[in-house]
């Protein structure tokens, strides 16, 4: 359904590290996930997708997971960089209305330190 | 290529006047564009489908009187915010489909203050 008016959660992690934000949504039947990065006053950029007939993804130090039984998206992003700092939000594409629409997730803020 | 452009990017007007926000895919044709807003420390929220040649869909409690949209062609649409009240002041975000390839590419949002 629709994200609520949460406000978002903060992973810290050190530079270097790897991370992992998870994201959990809600219908069973979206077929295709998107990660999206968004920094200050600018608009979602595209990281990495997922079609539901795959349980993993990899891109360029970014990798996702799906997990249909649970329904539960991660993103791993390895060796972790001062410019990854930035709130990462998952997205489902969900068929409503006679519709494809992205349903945007609650957003993890990304807190990376040198 | 696949950009999407928004203007203005920051808008500031009085209570009760009305805003036009437009989004433009530059590059390619898009029959369906979509509204988001976002509120401070909040994730996107779809506010209705705007399509080419035909009336928007409203997301359920987005008020489609309020919240007026225009597509008159295939690579612009717009937002019209009426009446606008300091309740309104949000980051609006727009994006476009690519059919071809059912890709969605984002605007960079435009900011709105209402005074």
């Known amino acids: 359904g629709e994200s609520v008016g949460l406000h978002l959660p903060t992973l810290s992690v050190q530079e270097g590290d790897n991370s992992i934000i998870n994201c959990a949504y809600s219908?069973?039947?979206?077929?295709?996930f998107i990660w999206y990065k968004q920094e200050s006053g600018k608009g979602p950029q595209f990281i990495i997708d997922?079609?539901?007939?795959?349980d993993k993804r990899q891109g360029q130090r970014v990798t996702v997971l799906l997990n249909k039984t649970v329904k539960h998206l991660s993103l791993q992003i390895a060796a972790t960089q001062p410019g990854d700092s930035a709130v990462y939000f998952c997205?489902?594409?969900?068929?409503?209305?006679?519709?494809?629409?992205?349903?945007f997730g609650a957003g993890t803020r990304l807190a990376v330190h040198p | 290529g696949a950009v999407v452009s928004q203007h203005p990017s920051r808008v500031i007007c009085k209570s009760g006047t009305s805003v036009k926000i437009e989004c433009r895919s530059l590059?390619?044709?898009?029959?369906?564009m979509f509204w988001y807003r976002q509120f401070p420390k909040q994730s996107l929220m779809l506010m209705a489908t705007?399509?080419?040649?035909?009336?928007?869909?409203?997301e359920q409690g987005v008020e489609k009187d309020k919240f007026l949209i225009n597509h008159a062609s295939l690579t612009l649409s717009t937002l019209t915010v009426t009446s606008a009240h300091p309740e309104d002041s949000s980051f609006y975000i727009c994006s476009a489909r690519r059919e071809v390839y059912n890709e969605q590419f984002f605007g960079p949002g435009t900011r709105l203050t209402v005074l």
């Open positions: 705007s399509n080419e040649g035909s009336k928007a869909t409203y």
């Open positions: 590059d390619f044709q898009a029959t369906t």
């Open positions: 219908n069973s039947a979206s077929d295709y």
């Open positions: 997205a489902e594409n969900m068929f409503s209305g006679g519709y494809n629409k992205l349903i």
């Open positions: 997922i079609r539901s007939n795959m």
